[in-house]
C-alpha cells in the first residue's frame, strides 16, 4: 500500500487542475468538493500509508518511490521521487490534516465570494506544492515545491486583487522569499558542483565523508541554505513580509503563513542537517537568528492593533523557537514544535477568522470587545489556542514542545544559556500578546455586534483543532513527567538526537516550573494593562503619552522598522539607480547604432539640395579629386 | 603669326571672364560671341581654316543666334526696359568694342596672309576633313544627324506652349 | 602645342566656374557652350599638332552636339520660365518623394 504514496501529491494537483479548467462553469458547491476533496482524500490515503509505513516490517524503514527521470543532463539525472521517512511522515501527516480541516473551514469562510473556485484551485495548487516539497527525494524537485508554494502565497495574499494593496503585498513576500530562494539555488549550485549530486540522502552521506567538521564548503552550502529557510520562514533579516501577507483571506493565513509554508524551512535545515552539522558555526548561526527573531518578535507583536498582525508575529517567534532548537541540534524538538504550533496557529487564526468574519470584516482589536457571549464557540477555542501557545503547562501541547526546546537549548552541547534565557523571555512575552489579544477581543464590553455567526464548517475544524492542541503534546512527555519520548525516538532514524553531554534531570523540571511561572505572570500582566486598561493613573498615562513612548511604540509597531531600513538602503537605491539607467546603457549599443545612422542619412541628404549648381559643384569636386588621385598618386 | 595666336589667346580668356560675370544676358552673349571669333583665328593660325569657318557660320552664327532670339523671346520686363536705356551707355560699349577692334585686326591681318600658317604646322583643308569624315568616321555622321534629329524633336516638344499653364497630370502646383 | 591646350584648359575651367557660381540657368547654359567649345579648341590643337584630320572631326561632332543640346536646353528654359516665373536654378530644387 505504499504505493499510493505518490497519490498523495497528485490529487491536489489534480484538483487544482480541474478547477482552473471547469472552475468558472461549475457552482461554488461543487468546486468546494472538488477542492476539499481531493484534499480530503489526499489526507485519507496519508494516514494509510502511515499506518502502513509503521505496521509493515520492516517498520519505520524509508521507502522511497521514484515516478520517472525528470532530467538527464550529463551526470545530472535528478527524478521525481518521494521518499517516506519518518520525518516526512510527519509532516504529510500535519500538512494533509491540518490542510483539510482548513479547507473545509474555507469553504464556508470564503461562500459567496467572488472567484470561489479560483481560491480552491489555488489552495489545491499549494498542498501539492507543500506535499511534493516535503516528500521530495532530491534537492531539485524539493526546490521546486519551494518555488510553488512561493507561487501560490503570491497569487493567494494577492487573491482579493482588486484592492491594489494587496497585490503590493504579494509582490512584497514574493520578492523577500526570492531573496532567500536565489541563496538557496546558489546552495544547490555548490552541492552539485562540489558532490556531484543532490538526492538528498547520497548527498549527506556524501558531504559526511568528504568535507571535515568545520570545512569552509560545508559553511558556505549551509549558510546559503540557511538564507533560503530564513526567506521563507521569515526570519531574520527576511521577515519582513510576512505581517504585510495578512492581507490574504484568513484560511490562506491559517495554512500557508501559519502552519505549513513558512515551516518549510524548518523542514529544510532538518532535513539537511548533516551539513549543519558538519558546519558548526552556521549552526550556531541559526540558533542565534531564531533566538533574536524571537524576541524581536514578541516585542512587536504586543503593540499591533490588528488582530492578524499579531498572530503574523507570533508566528515569526514561535519559528524562531523551532530555528534556535535546530540550532542547537535539537532536530526532533523542532519537528515536535512544528506540528502542535500547525495545530494551535492554525487554530488561533481560523477563529479569528470567525471573529473578523463575524464583524463584518473588522481587524482592529480596539474595535473589538466582549465577543465571548457572540461567539461563544469561538471564543473557547480561541481560548485553547492561546493557552497552548502561551504554553500554559500541563494541558497544552505548546508546554510540551516548548519545554523540550527550552531544555534542549540549555542542555545541549551547543547551546547556551544566553539562547536560553533569551527563549524564556520570548515564552514570558508570547503568554503577554497573546492574552493582550485574547482580552482585547473576546473580554471587556462588547463595542460591535457581531453579523454572522460561525456555521458547522467553520465550527468543526476549530473544535478539532483545538482538541488536538490540548492532547497533541502527549506523544513526547519529558522525563520529569514520565518519560515517554515517542516522537523523538521516532524520528531517531531520521534526525539524530541531541548531543548532551552534561544533562541534569533535575534542572529540567526546574526550567519547566519557572517557564510556566512566567507563563501564567504573563496573563497577569496582560489582564492588569489591557483589561483594565481605561483605569489608568495620571502618571502612567504620562509616560504613555511621552515623546519618547510614543517614539518607541511607533518604532515597535513597524516591526523595528526593518521595512524602513530596506526602504532606505537597498528599495530607494535600487529605484533611483533604475531611474538613472532609464535609458539603459547597454541597449544604447543597439540604438547608438541606429542613432548614428540616422543621423549619418541627415548628413547625406544634405547632399540632395535639388539644385543643379550643387551638383554641378559636386562633379567639379569629385573630378579635381580624381584627377589629383591620378597624377599626384 | 605667334603673336597672333598670343592676342587671340588673350581676348578669348578675357571675354570669356566677361562672360560669366555680366549681369544682363544679352551683353554675356555679346562677349561670348566674341570670344567664339577669337577662338575661330586661333583655329586659323592652327591650319584648321575647315574648322575656324565651321566655329563661326554654326557657333557664333546659329548657335548664339538662337539664345539670342530665346533671351528676347523671354521678354524679361523692367529689366529689359534698363537695360535699353544702358544700351547707349558708352561705358558698356567700350569693352567689347575694344575687343572686337582687336579682332577685327587680327581678321585683317589673318585674311591678308592666306596660305601662311604657323612654322610647322601643316594646313588641313576641308578636303582632307571630308575625306576622313565620310570614311572611318560615317557611324559618327549617321549618329549625330540622329542626335541633331532628336534635339529637333525635343526642342519642338519641350517649346510648345501649352493651354493649361503648364499643368501635367497629376502635378500639384 | 601645350599653349593651346592650356588656353583650352582655362576655358574650361572658366566655363566650370560660370556653371557652378551663376544662378541664372541662361548663364548656366552659356557657360556649358563656353565649356563645349574649349574642349573644341583642345581637340583641334591635339589634331593640329599630330596633322590629322581627326581633331577637326570631333569638333565637328562637338558642334553637332551642342547644337543639339542648345535648342533642347534652351526649350526647357522656357518651360522653367513659364512654370516658376523666374529664372533662378535654385527654385527649381524640389525634389518629389
Not at chain 2, 21 to 39: E, Q
Amino acid at each position: 500500500m505504499l504505493e499510493l504514496l505518490c497519490m498523495i501529491p497528485f490529487l491536489p494537483f489534480a484538483g487544482f487542475v480541474i478547477l482552473t479548467l471547469i472552475g468558472r462553469r461549475i457552482t461554488d458547491r461543487l468546486a468546494a468538493l472538488i477542492g476539499a476533496g481531493s484534499v480530503a482524500i489526499s489526507a485519507i490515503i496519508t494516514f494509510v500509508v502511515g499506518y502502513n509505513f509503521l505496521v509493515l516490517p520492516p517498520a519505520g524503514h524509508p521507502y522511497t518511490q521514484v515516478l520517472w527521470t525528470w532530467m538527464r543532463i550529463g551526470s545530472f539525472t535528478p527524478c521525481i521521487s518521494f521518499y517516506l521517512d519518518p520525518l516526512s511522515l510527519i509532516m504529510i501527516l500535519v500538512v494533509t490534516f491540518v490542510g483539510f480541516l482548513i479547507h473545509l473551514y474555507s469553504v464556508e469562510f470564503m461562500k459567496g465570494e467572488e472567484g470561489y473556485s479560483r481560491f480552491f484551485a489555488y489552495m489545491n495548487l499549494f498542498v501539492g506544492s507543500m506535499l511534493t516539497l516535503v516528500l521530495a527525494d532530491n534537492l531539485v524537485l524539493l526546490y521546486l515545491g519551494w518555488e510553488g508554494v512561493g507561487l501560490c502565497s503570491y497569487l493567494l495574499i494577492g487573491f482579493w486583487y482588486k484592492d491594489p494593496a494587496n497585490g503590493r503585498a504579494a509582490i512584497k513576500a514574493f520578492v523577500v522569499t526570492r531573496v532567500g530562494d536565489a541563496a538557496m539555488a546558489v546552495g544547490l549550485f555548490l552541492l552539485f558542483t562540489n558532490l556531484g549530486t543532490l538526492n538528498i540522502q547520497e548527498l549527506m552521506g556524501l558531504a559526511s565523508q568528504k568535507w571535515p567538521i568545520g570545512s569552509g564548503i560545508a559553511a558556505a552550502a549551509a549558510v546559503l541554505l540557511l538564507g533560503g529557510a530564513a526567506g521563507k520562514s521569515a526570519q531574520l533579516p527576511l521577515q519582513t513580509w510576512l505581517p504585510d501577507a495578512m492581507a490574504g483571506p484568513t484560511p490562506v493565513s491559517a495554512l500557508i503563513h501559519a502552519a505549513t509554508m513558512v515551516t518549510a524551512g524548518v523542514y529544510l535545515i532538518a532535513r539537511t542537517h548533516v551539513l549543519f552539522t558538519l558546519a558548526p558555526a552556521v549552526q550556531t548561526t541559526v540558533a542565534i537568528t531564531g533566538a533574536a527573531t524571537l524576541l524581536l518578535a514578541s516585542i512587536s507583536a504586543i503593540t499591533q492593533r490588528d488582530i492578524k498582525r499579531v498572530l503574523a508575529y507570533s508566528t515569526i517567534s514561535q519559528i524562531g523557537y523551532m530555528f534556535l532548537a535546530l540550532g542547537v541540534g535539537a532536530w526532533s524538538a523542532a519537528i515536535f514544535h512544528f506540528m502542535t504550533h500547525a495545530f494551535f496557529k492554525a487554530l488561533l487564526f481560523l477563529g479569528a477568522g470567525a471573529v473578523i468574519i463575524g464583524l463584518d470584516r473588522e481587524h482592529d482589536m480596539y474595535k473589538m470587545g466582549g465577543l465571548r457571549k457572540q461567539l461563544p464557540v469561538a471564543f473557547w477555542t480561541f481560548l485553547i489556542g492561546s493557552a497552548s501557545l502561551s504554553a500554559l503547562p500541563l494541558v497544552t501541547a505548546g508546554f510540551y514542545s516548548k519545554d523540550l526546546i527550552l531544555w534542549q537549548v540549555w542542555a545541549s552541547d551547543r547551546g547556551s544559556i544566553l539562547l536560553c534565557a533569551g527563549g524564556v523571555a520570548g515564552a514570558f512575552l508570547t503568554s503577554v500578546y497573546t492574552f493582550r489579544m485574547l482580552f482585547l477581543t473576546f473580554a471587556g464590553n462588547a463595542t460591535s455586534q457581531v453579523t454572522r455567526k460561525p456555521g458547522p464548517l467553520m465550527k468543526i475544524p476549530l473544535i478539532t483543532l483545538a482538541v488536538l492542541s490540548l492532547i497533541a503534546g502527549l506523544i513526547d512527555i519529558p522525563a520529569t513527567l514520565g518519560n515517554l519520548p515517542t516522537l523523538s525516538e521516532f524520528l531517531h532514524s531520521a534526525l539524530p538526537p541531541v548531543p548532551m553531554s552534561h544533562a541534569n534531570p533535575l534542572i529540567e523540571g526546574k526550567l519547566q516550573f519557572i517557564t510556566s511561572l512566567l507563563a501564567l505572570v504573563g496573563i497577569m500582566f496582560a489582564y492588569r494593562i489591557f483589561l483594565h486598561s481605561p483605569q489608568h493613573t495620571g502618571r502612567a498615562e504620562e509616560i504613555k503619552r511621552s515623546p519618547i513612548a510614543t517614539a518607541i511604540h511607533c518604532f515597535l509597531f513597524q516591526g523595528w522598522n526593518f521595512d524602513l531600513l530596506y526602504d532606505k538602503f537597498i528599495v530607494q537605491p535600487f529605484v533611483r539607480l533604475a531611474r538613472f539607467n532609464r535609458g539603459d546603457f547597454i541597449d544604447f549599443i543597439y540604438t547608438g547604432i541606429a542613432l548614428f545612422i540616422r543621423s549619418f542619412n541627415r548628413v547625406l541628404s544634405f547632399t540632395q539640395s535639388g539644385k543643379v549648381r550643387w551638383y554641378a559643384a559636386g562633379l567639379a569636386v569629385g573630378a579635381v579629386i580624381l584627377i589629383g588621385i591620378a597624377e599626384f598618386l | 603669326m605667334n603673336e597672333v595666336y598670343y592676342i587671340s589667346a588673350t581676348i578669348a580668356l578675357i571675354s570669356t571672364l566677361m562672360v560669366i560675370t555680366r549681369l544682363n544676358a544679352i551683353h554675356a552673349l555679346l562677349y561670348f560671341i566674341v570670344s567664339l571669333f577669337s577662338v575661330a583665328i586661333i583655329f586659323f593660325i592652327l591650319g584648321a581654316p575647315f574648322a575656324a569657318a565651321l566655329e563661326v557660320i554654326i557657333y557664333a552664327g546659329a548657335i548664339m543666334v538662337l539664345f539670342v532670339f530665346v533671351i528676347m523671346m523671354l521678354n524679361l520686363g523692367p529689366e529689359a526696359i534698363e537695360q535699353e536705356r544702358q544700351l547707349f551707355r558708352p561705358e558698356v560699349w567700350i569693352g567689347p568694342g575694344v575687343l572686337s577692334f582687336v579682332l577685327f585686326l587680327e581678321f585683317i591681318y589673318v585674311i591678308r596672309n592666306y596660305g601662311r600658317h604657323l612654322s610647322g604646322v601643316a594646313v588641313i583643308g576641308p578636303k582632307q576633313v571630308g575625306i576622313v569624315l565620310f570614311g572611318p568616321y560615317l557611324l559618327g555622321v549617321e549618329l549625330a544627324s540622329l542626335l541633331l534629329l532628336v534635339g529637333l524633336v525635343g526642342a519642338y516638344h519641350l517649346g510648345r506652349r501649352r493651354r493649361s499653364s503648364g499643368l501635367r497630370k497629376g502635378e500639384k502646383q | 602645342m601645350e599653349h593651346g591646350l592650356i588656353l583650352a584648359g582655362m576655358l574650361f575651367c572658366i566655363g566650370l566656374a560660370g556653371v557652378i557660381v551663376r544662378r541664372n540657368i541662361i548663364f548656366t547654359l552659356l557657360s556649358i557652350e563656353i565649356m563645349l567649345n574649349a574642349s573644341g579648341l583642345a581637340f583641334v590643337v591635339a589634331g593640329s599638332r599630330w596633322g590629322q584630320a581627326d581633331g577637326q572631326i570631333i569638333f565637328i561632332f562637338i558642334l553637332a552636339m551642342a547644337a543639339a543640346e542648345v535648342s533642347v536646353g534652351l526649350a526647357l528654359l522656357l518651360q522653367l520660365y513659364h512654370k516658376f516665373k523666374t529664372l533662378d536654378s535654385d527654385t527649381a530644387s524640389r525634389m518629389r518623394g
